[in-house]
């Protein structure tokens, strides 16, 4: 299993180094960089759209220094990375768009609809639920610790732990 070494949002500015303060508005890049995912956040002064190759951008608010406040998670943009994984053959990125998919079916965006086995893998067929789009997620049958590593990574990479 592939490993995302992702720092952690930073609240600085990647441009300016200023940090971004509670409540401010803030702009974040997921990018591909050999391989491995890589946060940039940006803030909205010095934001002019995503850098040439990004895999993944987001728009956020730096949240009020409630440490008990649980993040909220944009369906939007997990569906977005979600399908932007579709079709990769890297077996982390094969984990982490199943994790994905479990959150998606969690949060009602994704419906189950059928599984069946495919080349010695279980293929899950799940639905859309407000468009009503078809995808099929190759579930890697991972072990407890490798979920639980790969779930810490998906919020890790997102922002949201």
């Known amino acids: 299993m592939i ?3 992702i ?33 940039h956040d ?9 850098p040439e190759g990004a895999f993944s951008f987001w728009a956020g608010k730096v949240p009020v220094s409630d440490e008990n406040k649980r993040p ?3 369906d939007e943009m997990l569906l977005d990375c979600f399908c932007r994984l579709e079709g990769q053959a890297d077996s982390g990125r094969i984990n982490f768009r199943y994790v994905v998919s479990l959150l998606l079916m969690r949060r009602k965006r ?5 599984a069946h086995t495919e080349d010695g893998h279980e293929i899950l067929r799940l639905r ?8 099929e997620v190759v579930n890697p049958g991972l ?16 922002g949201w732990e």
Do not use: H
């Open 3 to 5: 490993d995302y070494q």
């Open 7 to 39: 720092q952690p949002n930073t609240r600085r500015c990647f441009i300016t180094g200023r940090e971004l303060k509670p409540g401010e508005k803030f702009y974040s890049v997921l990018l591909d960089e050999s391989g491995q995912f890589v946060r």
């Open 42 to 50: 940006y803030g909205a002064e010095v934001w002019q759209g995503p």
């Open 72 to 74: 909220r998670i944009d």
């Open 110 to 114: 994704l419906k189950f609809e059928a």
């Open 128 to 135: 859309e639920s407000r468009t009503g789009a078809e995808y």
């Open 143 to 158: 072990t407890d610790d490798e979920m639980a590593a790969v779930q810490e990574e998906v919020l890790r990479v997102l």
